[in-house]
Nanobody, 125 residues
Framework: QAQLVESGGGLVQAGGSLRLSCAAS????????MGWFRQAPGKEREFVAG????????YYADSVKGRFTISRDNAKNTGYVQMNSLKPEDTAVYYC??????????????????WGQGTQVTVSS
């Protein structure tokens, strides 16, 4: 079973940047995709970005397109999301997730098998 350790969250002013990391404990050769989701207080968890691990194909929610960049480092078994031009509405707990094989659209949580513990991102105005 893959274990995911997230890091990089914190407090930043609007317009600032953060980079979240998600380290997988197992070799990633068996991974199909990694995704990032977020959940703000009182709201449902929503898709942020996803990447097919082998091909590197990326997917983004409209709300973050052009500001966030998802990437992965096979050698380090780690995925990243670089978040620029942060807005107060980006404040949420961010979760990474990985899928071992194709399970449907990467835009939905059902496309993933394992989840990280979450990391808080707070953007002040």
């Amino acid at each position: 079973q893959a274990q995911l350790v997230e890091s990089g969250g914190g407090l930043v002013q609007a317009g600032g940047s953060l980079r979240l990391s998600c380290a997988a404990s197992r070799r990633t050769y068996s991974l199909y995709a990694m995704g990032w989701f977020r959940q703000a207080p009182g709201k449902e968890r929503e898709f942020v970005a996803g990447i097919k691990w082998s091909a590197g194909t990326t997917y983004y929610a409209d709300s973050v397109k052009g500001r966030f960049t998802i990437s992965r480092d096979n050698a380090k078994n780690t995925g990243y999301v670089q978040m620029n031009s942060l807005k107060p509405e980006d404040t949420a707990v961010y979760y990474c997730a990985v899928g071992r094989e194709y399970r449907g659209s990467l835009y939905y949580s059902t496309g993933y098998d394992y989840w990280g513990q979450g990391t808080q991102v707070t953007v002040s105005s």
